[in-house]
């Protein structure tokens, strides 16, 4: 699977922002996707995932009630809306596909992983 993340950019405190994620190859709708965020000299973390048939969905406590992720398997893309952005979103954010998953908030989890969109938020 090739995933490419956009929609990235500098925002201010409380705006919001869409990200996207084209999936190609393989079968999209087989795949979980997880989107997950590295801040400027930090490691790289959950943010939220969604399950292959859309239904079931998982956040991070710092974006629940915020952030919405969704998917479109006949598009093969996956979104991550992001709402009341705060300074600590600021982090390069990447859309990642897993075949089989735990709990879907690892890293190691998921097999495949996109080049990354910045998003900045500026307080």
């Known amino acids: 699977v090739q995933l490419q993340a956009s929609g990235g950019g500098l925002v201010q405190t409380g705006d919001s922002l869409g990200l996207s994620c084209a999936a190609s190859?393989?079968?999209?709708?087989?795949?979980?996707m997880g989107w997950f965020r590295q801040p400027p000299g930090k490691e790289r973390e959950f943010v939220a995932r969604v399950s292959w048939s859309g239904v079931s969905t998982s956040y991070a406590d710092s974006v629940k009630g915020r952030f919405s992720i969704s998917r479109d398997n006949d598009k093969n893309m996956v979104y991550l809306r992001m709402n009341s952005l705060q300074p600590g979103d600021t982090a390069v954010y990447y859309c990642?596909?897993?075949?089989?998953?735990?709990?879907?908030?690892?890293?190691?989890?998921?097999?495949?992983w996109g080049q990354g969109t910045l998003v900045t938020v500026s307080s």
């Open positions: 190859g393989r079968t999209f709708s087989n795949y979980v």
């Open positions: 990642a596909a897993a075949r089989t998953i735990i709990s879907g908030r690892r890293t190691s989890e998921y097999d495949y």
